[in-house]
């Protein structure tokens, strides 16, 4: 049991009533036109607030519920992912299914179409920074008493310790202090009590392993801060208690010693500069030789202000129900079914020709091992990966999914999928692979089908606006949206997306 002072119980009882909603109904969704829909912006809002891999833009998503669905109608996303599609079918006023085998994805899906009001999450932040921001603070105190932000490591070596810039200074450099070398082995033995033990894999590319351990990606400094964070957290009412959580996870990377050092900028144009610039978490689990310890407490901090940000305004959705089964769903109580499970199960509960629109960007090959990649935010919140199920080919030998493995699974997936669609249902795959080989299951869609007809594909750019992720050998940029339809889909339904640059009929696969 954490000890409170008596302010902080109060605002834990103003937190447990429910706030007054004060958003505007009558607003509309801004419609997307089709030049939009081929070239996003990228993400900002809520969509910008957490960094789930392989997020989708919102934008192609809009432009194709607008365009083949109308108002009441149903979306199915058997791969949810971190919710973009779920959003912008019920701001559309759609009612929307959704699965994803991850479950950090499906919370941050409900947190997406189910957002908290701005009040609660602003005394739910407070309550937490009165708490403990100067217990985190302390751990990174120098001996004059100002707090360090960044701390830079080569291996097990501290080697520099930085203060943030105030007021539009620049940061200080300073030598490592006995002091500052006293704090790191105060914490060196802490293990963390709150996060369960994460499952890594091995993966000859990067230096990750099957026997690592929580203590290999964390310093004890920062576990030990990290389970204050979460102690305090867990105190909060359940309506703020995970987009808390949720702010966390989405800070946790820059808390590890994940967070590679820049150096050498400019080397390409000649001008190699002497400078260390802060990177982030980007590469599987890998842990670079000169990396960076970052303040865990300016980690959260910054975090909860963007999802305050994206909130203030209130939101359409703000409140909204979401219903965890079938029945509540057609019982027409929630518009929103959205369940943690493998989708090969879940597909089994959706009432037979029931859906108008199947919009899904399933897992694409070995781009992204999903559950693998979110095992230290999956294990922050206490959820359990069943990496079994998941659809995906990984480097990671010991978990056998291979290539053959995944093109089973899929052609499983969407070989019995048109049975929920409506006779006039269209099915819109966001896809992309390297191997020709990954593109078979989508031959197979037309073929085992059911009578699935195959209408024509646009592109869709996307990056994630990350240096390193976007120039990985095969760090696709862009995706093929495929569209089909069943026999009685309206064709004149489509008039609007052949207006998408670069439109076209050619055959759906590689
Ligand atoms: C390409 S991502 C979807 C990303 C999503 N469009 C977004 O914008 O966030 C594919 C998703 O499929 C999920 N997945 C993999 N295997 C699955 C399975 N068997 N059942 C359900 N979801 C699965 C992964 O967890 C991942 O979230």
């Not at 001996?143 to 501290?158: F, Q």
């Not at 699974?409 to 269209?426: E, K, W």
């Not at 592109?459 to 940029?477: E, F, H, I």
């Amino acid at each position: 049991m954490v000890m409170r002072p008596k302010s902080i119980e109060w605002t834990l009882e103003r937190l447990r009533k429910p706030m007054q909603l004060s958003f505007d109904f009558a607003r509309e969704p801004t419609a997307v036109t089709p030049k939009k829909a081929s070239s996003p912006k990228g993400y900002t809002g809520l969509y910008g607030f957490h960094k789930y891999w392989g997020k989708k833009p919102y934008e192609p998503l809009a432009f194709v519920i607008e365009q083949l669905t109308d108002e009441g109608d149903t979306v199915l996303d058997p791969f949810v992912g971190s919710g973009t599609s779920a959003r912008e079918s019920l701001i559309r006023n759609r009612r929307f299914i959704g699965f994803d085998v991850n479950p950090v994805a499906v919370e941050l899906t409900k947190l997406l179409i189910s957002p908290p009001d701005y009040d609660s999450v602003r005394s739910a932040f407070r309550f937490i920074e009165r708490s403990v921001k100067d217990k985190i603070n302390g751990t990174y105190r120098l001996n004059d008493g100002r707090i360090a932000s960044h701390y830079l490591w080569e291996n097990d070596t501290l080697t520099q310790v930085w203060l943030r810039g105030v007021r539009g200074g620049g940061r200080e450099e300073l030598a490592p202090t006995a002091q500052d070398i006293d704090l790191v082995e105060e914490y060196a033995s802490y293990r963390s009590e709150h996060i369960r033990a994460p499952r890594f894999f091995s993966n000859g590319r990067i230096n990750a392993h099957a026997n690592l351990s929580i203590s290999d990606i964390m310093t004890g400094r920062a576990q030990r801060n990290l389970d204050l964070l979460l102690s305090y957290i867990n105190e909060l009412p359940p309506n703020v208690q995970m987009p808390m959580k949720l702010c966390l996870t989405a800070a946790s990377g820059q808390m590890t010693k994940m967070v590679f050092a820049v150096t050498g900028r400019g080397k390409m144009t000649g001008k190699n500069s002497a400078k260390v610039e802060v990177g982030s978490w980007v590469i599987g689990y890998w842990r670079p030789k000169l990396h960076f310890e970052v303040n865990v407490w300016n980690c959260f901090e910054r975090r909860v202000s963007k999802l305050l940000k994206a909130i203030k305004e209130g939101d359409p959705l703000q409140g909204s129900i979401i219903c965890d089964s079938m029945a509540r769903f057609y019982e027409a109580s929630s518009r929103s079914w959205v369940e943690c499970a493998p989708s090969q199960t879940a597909i089994r509960s959706v009432r037979e020709k029931s859906v108008n629109l199947i919009l899904t960007d399933p897992p694409h090959s070995d781009r992204v091992p999903y559950l693998e990649l979110s095992e230290l935010w999956n294990s922050i919140l206490g959820f359990e990966s069943h990496f079994s199920s998941e659809i995906v080919i990984s480097n990671a030998k010991e978990r056998g999914k291979t290539p053959d493995v995944y093109s089973q699974a899929m052609n499983g997936f969407f070989g019995i999928l048109s049975s929920v669609m409506r006779d006039d249902a269209f099915l819109v795959l966001l896809y992309n692979a390297r191997q020709a080989a990954r593109w078979r299951f989508v031959s197979q869609i037309i073929d085992k089908s059911g009578g699935l007809k195959y209408f024509g594909k646009f592109p869709c750019n996307y990056s994630a606006g990350s240096v390193v992720q976007d120039n990985r050998k095969g760090g696709l940029k862009n995706d093929i949206a495929l569209v089909f339809g069943k026999p009685d889909a309206d064709s004149r339904r489509l008039c609007q997306l052949a207006n998408i640059p670069n439109w076209s009929k050619d055959a759906p696969t590689k």
